[in-house]
């Protein structure tokens, strides 16, 4: 199908340069990231609260999403977020 064929294409597209803009800047992402995913975990420095860092970057139009509640356990680390 067509529509699948261009949807496929377009998050390639956009896997490619998310992966680009994480290398230009020096971030890191957190493990293995495989083919097709349409989100990436990343790691902040082990200082970063990302859930004060969505806060402040939702004015600016980047959304993340604070990892905290996706580890088990009553201390999750704060420190990871995923990137779509």
Known sequence: DALVRR???AYQQRRVIIDQAILDHGLAVAGQGTFGGSSIWMRAA???NTNDLAE???PKGVLIE???PFFDGTDPPQNFFRLA
Do not use: F, K
């Open 7 to 9: 949807m496929s294409q």
């Open 46 to 48: 082990p200082h970063i």
């Open 56 to 58: 402040l970057l939702r």
């Open 66 to 68: 604070p990892g905290a």
